[in-house]
């Protein structure tokens, strides 16, 4: 159980293109999900947090107008990157969280990652 | 400010050596702190939650331990495949499920 995936797993584009990453929780529903960036052999860094019906709250630096979110459904997020940039470059890696209401504990599970390659 | 930081940033084991891995965290409110294994290009693999101090959990060869003001991952005999990033998470009172995360020990484990 709690399985969280992304598509596309890598992308390839050119620089002023837009992308976009699918989240999806298979076995379960996520109120909450999370979005991540992380460059090699560092920690990850924490995006945004996408709230189902409503809209993401960004971390400080990140740009909301660049970084579309959108959590449309219980079990599908999406990022698109727009106006894609070398810069851009990144590994993105989504979570969703796992609730036990009986517990109380939220539990986060990842998805395995989007490498995107702005040319 | 909430804070976590891992130690040794690296490790290299021979096959069978038994080892831990340091997790130091500061944290107004803890809610839980979480341990997952990151291995090259793929998203972390969730491991354990620790939810107090003195509480343990274990896995195969791995067992979690938690204190007031660290954790630590306790490796028991590990084998080749034990190999990847080891990551440690703190999740605060009222804040929505965020995990602030340290910076990972990178265990390499050597036949």
Redesign the interface.
Known sequence: G?V?S?HPSWVICKSGTSVKIECRSLDFQAT?M?WYRQFPK???M?MA?SNEGSKATYEQGVEKDKFLINHASLTLSTLTVTSAHPEDSS?Y?C?A?LRDYHKG?????????T?LTVL | EDQVTQSPEALRLQEGESSSLNCSYTVSGL??L?W?RQDP??????LF?L?SAGEEKEKERLKATLTKKESFLHITAPKPEDSATY?CAV?AQNQ????I????TELSVKP
Do not use: C, N
């Open positions: 709690a969280v992304q909450t999370f560092q920690s990850l924490l947090t590994f890696i979570s969280i504990t939220d539990t986060q599970y990842f998805g395995p990652g490498r | 809610r839980g979480f997952y290009g793929k998203g972390p693999e969730f939650t939810y990551l999740q929505g499920g965020k995990l995360f340290g910076q990972g």
